[in-house]
């Protein structure tokens, strides 16, 4: 139980595009949801936690006008990533909190050519 | 300071090695705590909670220093399959997650 899916898994855009990542929570409802970027060699970084219903809340350092968040049911929570730059190239992964500790998507390596 | 620190390793160990990783934190008003496996580019998956008292899971057992902030990770008679990165991770409030850079394991034949 308690799963999220996350898609695409794997995406490569060119610059100055935008890409749209969507999380889904499976079996559960998540009125929460956080979106972690994970650069080479580094640990998880929280870029935003996104809210049902309501703005999301970005952290330093974050763009809000270029990772744009929609929270808009209980399931489904997207980021995306717009005028893509090669250094946006990460591995993206959302995540929910369930009981006992936090669930998360299958993550998706985004590469910027 | 960082939130939470870990030995980035690697760690290489033979085949049935018991191996420990530990990880310190630096809010004292932390209040939940995880071990989280990571294989290479794939998604962090839970590998157990770590409580106060101590838990036991088969060959994996977590304790947890509120005392001295640290963490700790025992894995006995290690598999190939324990290869992974071992990601310490501690709750605070509002549900923010800090994540440690991870501990690189591989278990050697």
């Known amino acids: 139980g308690a799963v999220v899916s996350q898609h695409p898994s794997r995406v490569i855009c060119k610059s100055g595009t935008s890409v749209k990542i969507e999380c889904r929570s499976l079996d559960f409802q998540a009125t929460t949801m956080f979106w972690y970027r994970q650069f080479p060699k580094q640990s998880l970084m929280l870029m935003a936690t996104?809210?049902?219903?309501?703005?999301?809340?970005?952290e330093q350092g974050v763009e809000k006008d270029k990772f744009l968040i929609n929270h808009a049911s209980l399931t489904l929570s997207t980021l995306t990533v717009t005028s893509a730059h090669p250094e946006d190239s990460s591995f993206y992964i959302c995540?929910?909190?369930?009981?006992?500790?936090?669930?998360f998507g299958s993550g998706t390596r985004l590469t910027v050519v | 300071r960082k939130e939470v620190e870990q030995d980035p390793g690697p760690f290489n160990v033979p085949e049935g090695a018991t191996v420990a990783f530990n990880c310190t934190y630096s809010n004292s008003a932390s209040q939940s705590f995880f071990w989280y496996r990571q294989d290479c580019r794939k998604e962090p998956k839970l590998l157990m909670s770590?409580?106060?008292s101590g838990n036991e899971d088969g060959r994996f057992t977590a304790q947890l220093n509120r005392a001295s902030q640290y963490i700790s990770l025992l894995i006995r008679d290690s598999k190939l399959s324990d290869s992974a990165t071992y990601l310490c991770v501690v709750s605070g409030g509002a549900n923010n997650l800090f994540f440690g850079t991870g501990t690189r394991l591989t278990v050697i034949p």
């Open positions: 995540s929910a909190r369930r009981e006992g500790g936090y669930t």
């Open positions: 770590v409580y106060s």
């Open positions: 996104s809210n049902e219903g309501s703005k999301a809340t970005y």
